[in-house]
């Protein structure tokens, strides 16, 4: 049953088992697991239902407006700012994303048992977790059909230099390539739990609230008892009435930026001082290569492949091409020629970007009035990996035959040969010159063992408040270095089987 | 409390805006699409936080007025020469204030969103998605009908790094 604001006409005031706040990577799964073991479930979305039919590839504004958080234009206050987008709909980012999926790194894990005391998460023990979430997304490698010639000029470039890569594993039932995927993809092809876990979880009698936003998690006794939030009228952005829902379990699935939010909204304070700390974005340097060939990146899969050479060192690269509209905004010119200059490389370029593991933080800063600021600070090691990744990318581009290649650095946004990749580490650049934006956001209510370095323990319960977990990005201890998606699904899968294996202690 | 959405008072200013950021050849940009363009202007302004909001519309206030400040004369923006209105946005672009190139950033940011998301736009640059969607429909249709997929990697080369 879906319940959206439009319908209701008094305040809604409901019990139920688990109430799931959320309905993206994490949250989507956690009502999917928790109901199909005979819970009552409800899951409460700030964001509307859109169905694949309802995608309108000739419309991105539309498609930001009522898919993405403040249509897409959030920004992480730094030197530089960095823009960041994040899904608002139902199946929240997943419905907008790549459909990159990788697993775990085997090295992150390592890492999380080392510093974090997550022993459990050993890639062994993660195994049945990711092969679960992997046959319900359909997790498998792109169609011959939908090749598209971005991704083999990217790879073309690397062969010729020896680079390692990887042909992309990804969530889909034959996507035959619209490359509409940051709009919501439009055939059915992406398997996002839009249309996997959503449906599932309605299927097992789950009840689905959208545009709801959750103000605060009703607390008793150091244990969460449900929640509270408003329906809200998805164009004026009136209240159109309250929503009370009691639980015995809680589950906060709003993102890194959001969920951590919310929980200091409702007073939650963490005894290790990590709550909307150690914010981690992956930050994405964009680099766009002109060829005298004809490319129509638009025609065809998204990142087919993804540089791998680098990725000990924390870099990843992939091409993906984007709507004109978003695709402009990598030049940093304007004026006289712009038309023309989109004109004359629009169908003859490659769009790329590195992603690099961080070690830069940021922070979600909880203001009055419901208002949330985001900060993050780049490091001097990230920026010069970013540099690097830069460089890399233009090497690859020019190997491959480009002719001219767009950098983003305000200072030097343009060279026009293999030999000017050098510039980058002549010329004198600093952080604040580069543009950088993530999809990414991770961290903020690390999981770990210990109370004083952590917020959560690891099976997602908060040390602090009993019944209450968090199951989405914000759980990373740290960057993962790699697309995140499957990694936030398998966590979850795991933490629903861990709930109801113990059932018996919250039903109280 | 009203909330606060994009004022058509404003219109004026980013018409002059959007003629210094993205003229065509022929400087007929917004003919035609005017309205559409500021209908979806609108749109994503209302998606912003409040805060950005109220920042936004001070700032585009602030540069509509005082030109003055930046050495040119009492008129305001939108009532600027192109040819001065165009110094004055570069003034704006690639001047020593981090706060006025961090705010003439956002504001060129949506003006090029909002244009080049324009279908009209898009016929000149050469983008045709509409008929390329119906042709993958049409792909992904034979092939659901031919039954197997042929994927373009043996699974087993696809190991994590
Ligand atoms: C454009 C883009 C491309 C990406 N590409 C890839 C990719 O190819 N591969 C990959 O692995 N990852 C990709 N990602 C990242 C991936 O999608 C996210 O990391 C993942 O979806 C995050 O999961 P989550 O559960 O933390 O949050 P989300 O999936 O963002 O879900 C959070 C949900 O909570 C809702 N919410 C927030 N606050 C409230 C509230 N107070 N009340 C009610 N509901 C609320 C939101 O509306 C949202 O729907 C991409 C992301 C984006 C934006």
Redesign the interface.
């Known amino acids: 049953m879906i319940i959206d604001s439009g319908q209701v006409t008094k305040n809604i005031d409901e019990t139920c088992d688990v109430v799931v706040v959320g309905s993206g990577a994490g949250g989507s799964v956690m009502a999917k697991e928790l109901a199909e073991r005979g819970l009552s479930v409800i899951l409460i979305e700030e964001g509307g239902y859109h169905t694949v039919e309802s995608f309108n590839n000739t419309d991105t504004i539309n498609s930001l407006v009522n898919l993405y958080r403040n249509a897409g234009g959030t920004f992480l206050a730094g030197k530089p700012n960095v823009m960041y987008a994040e899904g608002c709909c139902v199946g929240g980012s997943t419905t907008i994303n790549g459909g990159m999926c990788w697993r775990t790194p085997d090295k992150i894990l390592k890492r999380w048992q080392w510093e974090f005391g997550l022993t459990d998460l050993t890639p062994k023990k993660m195994e049945p977790f990711h092969h679960r979430v992997e046959e319900i997304i359909s997790v498998k490698p792109v169609l011959q059909e939908s090749m598209n010639n971005d991704s083999m000029i990217l790879k073309r470039g690397a062969d010729k230099l020896g680079y390692q890569t990887r042909a992309n594993l990804r969530n889909h039932n034959t996507c035959v390539g619209a490359n509409q995927c940051i709009t919501g993809c439009p055939t059915g092809g992406k398997q996002p739990p839009l249309v996997t876990y959503i449906p599932a979880f309605l299927k097992a009698g789950g009840k689905l609230i959208t545009h709801c936003r959750v103000k605060k998690i009703r607390l008793k006794n150091r244990r969460a008892t449900g929640v509270k939030g408003v329906m809200i009228d998805p164009v004026t952005k009136a209240v159109r009435a309250k929503v009370k829902i009691r639980s015995k379990i809680t589950i906060v699935c709003c993102g890194a930026v959001q969920t951590p939010a919310l929980l200091m909204r409702s007073g939650i304070r963490s005894a290790s001082g990590a709550l909307g700390n150690n914010l981690f974005i992956h930050p994405n340097t964009k680099v766009l290569g002109v060829f005298d060939e004809p490319i129509y990146g638009w025609k065809g899969v998204n990142q087919a492949y993804q540089i791998t050479e680098f990725i000990d060192e924390g870099i990843i690269m992939g091409v993906n091409f984007i709507p004109p509209g978003i695709f402009a905004l990598a030049f940093p010119f304007y004026g006289g020629g712009f038309l023309n200059t989109m004109k004359e490389i629009f169908n003859h370029s490659v769009c790329g970007a590195a992603l690099i593991e961080d070690t830069s933080r940021g922070r979600v800063i909880n203001l009055p009035f419901d208002q949330v600021v985001t900060t993050y600070q780049l490091n001097a090691r990230d920026f010069e990996l970013a540099k690097r990744a830069t460089a890399l990318l233009a090497e690859i581009y020019f190997a491959a035959g480009a002719k001219r290649v767009y950098l983003p650095f305000r200072n030097l946004h343009e060279i026009n040969s293999i030999d000017e990749v050098r510039k980058i580490y002549t010329t004198q650049l600093k952080p604040i010159d580069l543009e950088l934006m993530s999809v990414h956001i991770m961290g903020t209510c690390r999981m770990g063992i210990n109370s004083q370095q952590s917020v959560v323990n690891p099976s997602g319960e908060l040390h602090d408040v009993k019944g209450l977990f968090v199951a989405d990005a914000s759980l990373f201890p740290s960057s993962i270095g790699v697309n995140p998606q499957q990694t936030i699904m398998a966590l979850a899968t795991r933490s629903a089987f861990l709930i109801s294996e113990n059932i018996s202690r919250y039903m109280i | 409390m009203k ?1 606060l959405t994009f004022p058509k008072s404003l219109e004026p200013v980013f018409s002059a805006l959007a003629k ?6 022929d400087d007929l ?1 917004l003919e035609g699409f005017e309205a559409h363009f500021f209908f ?1 202007f609108g ?2 302004f ?7 909001r109220w920042g936004f519309i001070w700032g585009i206030r602030f540069f509509d007025w005082f030109p003055v400040l930046f050495g040119f004369g009492l008129n305001r923006f939108s009532h600027l020469s192109f040819e001065s209105a ?1 110094k004055y ?1 570069d003034a704006w ?1 690639n001047g020593r204030l ?1 706060v006025c190139r ?1 705010f003439f950033k956002t504001l ?3 003006v ?6 324009e ?1 009209k ?2 016929e ?4 045709a ?2 008929n ?2 119906k042709e ?2 049409e ?2 249709k034979k ?2 009908s031919g039954g197997e ?7 087993e ?2 190991t ?2």
């Open positions: 909330r210094v950021l993205v003229p065509a050849q940009i979806n749109r994503i209302n998606e912003l936080p409040p805060i950005f165009k946005v672009a981090g961090e060129k940011a949506m090029i969103l909002v244009y080049f998301s279908p736009v898009w000149v640059i050469g983008y998605p509409e390329h969607l993958r429909i792909m992904r092939i659901l997929e042929k994927v373009h990697w043996p699974h080369e696809e994590n790094a």
